[in-house]
Structure formats: structure tokens, C-alpha cells
């Protein structure tokens, strides 16, 4: 992370008055799939209208810019911020962008979208900018402790930041000079939540590679039909039931188009997982069945799941026997999965409408848009790419077998400016079936973003990377893959205690012992002074003697969290016994 600005409370509640009182609400913190960000296209028009020209003598100036809920933030000062709303020359996007012009380092935009020590707990943001000179920086943090995140690179091209929150919670996003005086455009920026949930109730889409459940019109119950998806609200293992839809993304057999209707692939086109994936910051959900010809696997894991940053691989996440004794003939098992989608429809008309057949043709990704089956990604586009990352095979040897898409629109049935694929191909030539590899649509006149292998959980997803070895299977093919937005226990202390469940989580307290039971372990119980566990009259005294004493104080003698030991703790300690808070260094207020 860049260097992290720090402003005071003060200044920020005043910029959060200007934009609150020119009748922009302050947004709540709201589902994954929305943007929490107002105005994130820079169309609308702020109060003060454009352009704008914002002096300040002294550091810690706020005012409005052009843009509607957008302000403006001096870290440095004196300084002079200009902007302007005009039309937008980012490639495929209609209305606005801002022109930003600052002459000093760490000044620029700001949107609040909820108060300070509020919001989600993690997120992940994103903005176009084109740089004219020096360098712009993005964040997403909590109030004056929102750092950088991403920084654009260069001069003269529209660039693509993205990141997650360096600071938590996240309330306001920043877009700032960084290091000196500069000049920029941006558009389309966006925040999204990034929510924890329980693994076991999510909605996913899947397809077997021997499905066998009948459409409708399609034969009798319980006849192959390897078209079909099955869809599931939600994946309870401890439900009796739960609700099945079949789905023929592929009507009809061998009918002239694509002469094997088996779907190998399947994805939604917006989802939000997609680019914290890429980057690393969420886990990776891949099914890992047996090359074609060979028999389904022993072992009963349908799906893997691999952390961000860590790598630990050895995780399973569904199970192929999650209803194999179930007597309903709608519940079918998880059986040599071939095709995966989790959360269900982000938009509607716009869940999973994407798939791969097996053996790819003209297209290697196609799009269900109202029943009708279109082309979306051209099989020699994907071959292109993989013969950028070494591939020596010919176009008729590609077969998509597993797909994430992050169709960004305009048109969100065509594969266009912006719009992006994750990939993984059935073995072929001198690729094994274990690489996953990003695809980029790339703008005209953008920097250009060539394929690359995905790099996530310590290592790339090349054909160097042994799957078999990392998961223990016998298998190097990538048959689904997937992003989940169930995040791993963030562990501060790295205790192997999560925070959600850690009763210590800034201190290491592996142990979790918490003598008096209030809930708060013993190793941050700010007050206890004696070291027993629990604060009480005789902290009080201990306290007294420290203030005499300084030599005897420890750690946690503080209960106001000014970092001393002295006649203000002794107060803290007394309304702590009477169960008021006590903060130290390691139990901060939050």
C-alpha cells in the first residue's frame, strides 16, 4: 500500500457535511452485486456545477467538485484543484467523465458512502483513468485512514485500477495526486461489498458430465441429457429437500450447429467475484474431474477450494454424495462435475447465461439471450491467447472446459471493449488441462493487457503448476472453476483464530482463555493490571501503586488508549467493573 494519508475527524465530518448537505445521502452498506458508490459515471452534475476551482491556503480543505456526491479533499496546501465534467472518451461508454487538475501531491476526489467506522468489513473497487500527467492513486478505506491501493502507470492511455481495501471498514472511496501535481481524467469507478456467508446456503448452478435429469419434451425421467442445468436455492447438506430447475441451455441434439450438446462449462456474465479473484483476494473453487475416457474418481470431492495469498489447497468444499441416499428423484448428486456457478443470478435475465459445449467449434463460449443460443467469444480468439502463453496446438484441438465471465456491456450478449474471460481447456498438445487463463477484450487506444496465466494463492496457474500434486488427486484437468465470495476468516493476530470468532483478535491468544467470561479474553483486558483475568477492586489499587511506580505497569494498566498508565485509568478500571469499555493497544476501539 502507498503512503496513507491521515486526516482529522473534523475535516472529514466537514467534507461529509458539504456533500450531505447538498442533498446526497450518505449510502448504507448494501448486497455484493451493488455499487455503493453515488454517481459512479460522473453523469450527473454537482451543486456547485462545472467547472469548479477550489483554492486552499491550509491543508484539510474540503469542497465540492463537478460531480454530483463527488468532493474534493486538499492533503496538501496551498493548492488549487479544477474540475470539469465533459464528454467521456473511454472507449464504448456513453455520458461523462471528470477532468481532474491538481497542483500538488495527495489532493483530489473523495465519495463518501457511508461514516466513519461504518461500512463493510472488506470490498473491492475499481475506476478507468487516464493520466495526462503525473500519477493518480485510488483507495477504499475508512475515513482519514483510506490509503492507496492502485496507481496508474503512465501518461496519455485509459488505465483500469482495481483493489480491494486496504484499511477496514470501508466508507469512502479516494481518487488523489500522488507525489506531486497531476492532471487526469476518470470514469466508471464502482465499490462493492464483499460479504461473508455460510458455505452450505449458497445458490449454485452445476451440470454433470452425464447428467440425468430430463427436460421437458426431452424423454423420460431419469434418460442422459447432457444439455441440461441444474439449478439449486440453496445447497443445504442438512435440508430434506431443496428446489431443482432444469434448464436446456443447449436445445436440441446435433443440430448442425455444434454436434455434441454436453455443457462443460457454464457462467454468469456479471459477476462480481471476477475481479477480486484475478487479483488474488477471494478464494478459487475449481472441480478437478478425470480427463475424458477414464472412470469417475474415488475420492467423493466435487469441488476444491483454494485460499487467496495462502495457497492452502487441501480444502473441500461440496461433496459429490450430498444426496446420494435421498429417495426425491429431483435431487441428483454432484457427480464428475463439469460445469459450476455459485450465487445464482447477480441481475436478472443475466445468472449463468453463458456456456461452453464440449468440443468447441466456431465459438468456445456461447450465450443463452432470451432461449436463443449466440455466439459470444470465437473459438480462434481463444486460441490466439493460448498461443500467446506458449500453447502449439491448432484451433480444432481448443475445447473450453471450465469459464468464469465478466461481461462489462455495452451489450451484454457480445463480447466487447472491456469484457473479460477466465478459462481453463481441456488437455491438449503441450497444455495439461491444469492452466486457468485470462483473457482481456481489450479497448482501443487502453494499455494493452495481453493473456496471461492466473496467478492466485501463492502461485500461477500455468502448466508448470502441478494440480494433482496440490490437491492429491490424479488428475492435472481443471473441469470448473469459480469464484466464491465466502472469504476466509480474516486472523489479524494470525492466532489461527479468526476475528469473527477470536475473543482477543488484535493480540495473539491461541488459547482464547477468558477467566471471567465477559466474553473479552484475558490477554486484552484492558484494566487488568494484576494480570488475573478479570478487571476488579484491586486493579484500582494496582493501578494507584503504578502511577508511583511506573516500572510495575503492564500492558494492560491503559483503559482509555492513550498509550499511559496514570489517575485516568483508575477511572476507566472503576467504570469497567460497572461494565463500561476499556481500550488498550491490544484491545483498540474499532
Known amino acids: 500500500m502507498s503512503t496513507q494519508p491521515r486526516i482529522a475527524r473534523a475535516l472529514r465530518s466537514l467534507l461529509t457535511a458539504l456533500i450531505t448537505g447538498s442533498g446526497i445521502a450518505l449510502a448504507g452498506a448494501s448486497p455484493c452485486a451493488a455499487n455503493l458508490l453515488s454517481n459512479p459515471s460522473f453523469d450527473a452534475v454537482g451543486p456547485a456545477g462545472s467547472p469548479t476551482t477550489n483554492p486552499t491556503a491550509a491543508p484539510g480543505g474540503a469542497g465540492l467538485s463537478a460531480a454530483d456526491a463527488w468532493g474534493l479533499f486538499h492533503n496538501s496546501a496551498p493548492a488549487t484543484t479544477y474540475t470539469e465534467l465533459m464528454p467521456t472518451t473511454l472507449p464504448g461508454t456513453p455520458g461523462r467523465m471528470i477532468y481532474v487538475e491538481t497542483d500538488r501531491d495527495r489532493n483530489g476526489l473523495v465519495n463518501v458512502f457511508d461514516s466513519f467506522n461504518a461500512g463493510p468489513a472488506s470490498a473491492y473497487a475499481w475506476v478507468w483513468v487516464l493520466p495526462r500527467s503525473g500519477t493518480a492513486s485510488m483507495g477504499t478505506g475508512n475515513g482519514g485512514n483510506t490509503g492507496f491501493n492502485a496507481s496508474t502507470v503512465g501518461t496519455g492511455q485509459w488505465e483500469f485500477l482495481q483493489a480491494s481495501n486496504g484499511v477496514s471498514p470501508a466508507n469512502e472511496f479516494i481518487l488523489y495526486s500522488d507525489g506531486g501535481p497531476a492532471a487526469f481524467m476518470a470514469d466508471e469507478a464502482g465499490v462493492v461489498a464483499i460479504q461473508h456467508a455460510d458455505p452450505d446456503r449458497v445458490p449454485v448452478e452445476y451440470s454433470n458430465w452425464q447428467d440425468e435429469r430430463s427436460i421437458p419434451g426431452g424423454g423420460a425421467h431419469g434418460a442422459p441429457d447432457p444439455g441440461q442445468v441444474l439449478y439449486t436455492q440453496p445447497i443445504d447438506t442438512a435440508a430434506d429437500s431443496w428446489p431443482i430447475d432444469v434448464i436446456d441451455h443447449a436445445p436440441g441434439i446435433e443440430d448442425g450447429n455444434e454436434p455434441d450438446e454436453q455443457i462443460d462449462a457454464l457462467a454468469s456474465g456479471q459477476d462480481?467475484?471476477?475481479?477480486?479473484?484475478?487479483?488474488?483476494?477471494?478464494?478459487?473453487?475449481?472441480?478437478?474431474?478425470?480427463?475424458?475416457?477414464?472412470?469417475?474418481?474415488?475420492?467423493?470431492?466435487?469441488?476444491?477450494?483454494?485460499?487467496?495469498?495462502?495457497?492452502?489447497?487441501?480444502?473441500?468444499?461440496?461433496?459429490?454424495?450430498?444426496?446420494?441416499?435421498?429417495?426425491?428423484?429431483?435431487?441428483?448428486?454432484?457427480?464428475?462435475?463439469?460445469?459450476?456457478?455459485?450465487?445464482?443470478?447477480?441481475?436478472?435475465?443475466?445468472?449463468?447465461?453463458?456456456?461452453s459445449l464440449w468440443r468447441d467449434f466456431d465459438f468456445s463460449v456461447l450465450v443463452d439471450v432470451g432461449g436463443t443460443r449466440m455466439g459470444y467469444v470465437p473459438t480462434t480468439t481463444v486460441h490466439a491467447a493460448l498461443l500467446a502463453l506458449g500453447f502449439n496446438g491448432s484451433v480444432d484441438e481448443v475445447d473450453v472446459d471450465a469459464l468464469m465471465v465478466k461481461d462489462t456491456g455495452p451489450a451484454l450478449d457480445a463480447w466487447d471493449i472491456g469484457d473479460e474471460l477466465l478459462i481453463s481447456i481441456r488437455r491438449a498438445a503441450n497444455f495439461d488441462g491444469g492452466e486457468i487463463v485470462h483473457i482481456f477484450h481489450n479497448p482501443v487506444g487502453a494499455v494493452l493487457r495481453p493473456p496471461r496465466f492466473l496467478r492466485h494463492g501463492g502461485h500461477v496457474w500455468d502448466t508448470a503448476f502441478s494440480v494433482a500434486g496440490a490437491f492429491g488427486v490424479d488428475s492435472e484437468n481443471v473441469d470448473a472453476l469459480e469464484a466464491t465470495l465466502v472469504q476466509a476468516d480474516l486472523d489479524t493476530d494470525q492466532d489461527g483464530i479468526g476475528d469473527e470468532r477470536d475473543n482477543c483478535p488484535d493480540w495473539w491468544n491461541a488459547d482464547q482463555s477468558d477467566l471471567d467470561g465477559n466474553g473479552r479474553g484475558d490477554a486484552c483486558e484492558c484494566g487488568d493490571q494484576d494480570g488475573n483475568g478479570t478487571v476488579n477492586i484491586a486493579d484500582l489499587l494496582a493501578i494507584n501503586r503504578v502511577i508511583f511506580e511506573r516500572e510495575q505497569a503492564s500492558p494492560l494498566c491503559d483503559t482509555d488508549e492513550d498509550g499511559l498508565c496514570n489517575v485516568s485509568d483508575v477511572l476507566g478500571a472503576n467504570a469497567r467493573i460497572f461494565g463500561a469499555p476499556a481500550f488498550c493497544a491490544r484491545y483498540p476501539s474499532r
Open 272 to 355: 462480481f467475484g471476477f475481479d477480486p479473484l484475478v487479483d488474488d483476494q477471494l478464494p478459487l473453487l475449481v472441480s478437478l474431474g478425470l480427463d475424458l475416457g477414464t472412470a469417475p474418481p474415488a475420492d467423493p470431492v466435487a469441488v476444491w477450494r483454494e485460499e487467496p495469498g495462502s495457497g492452502l489447497t487441501d480444502v473441500e468444499y461440496f461433496q459429490t454424495d450430498l444426496d446420494a441416499t435421498d429417495a426425491d428423484p429431483d435431487r441428483r448428486s454432484m457427480e464428475d462435475l463439469d460445469a459450476l456457478d455459485l450465487w445464482g443470478p447477480l441481475y436478472p435475465d443475466a445468472d449463468a447465461r453463458f456456456y
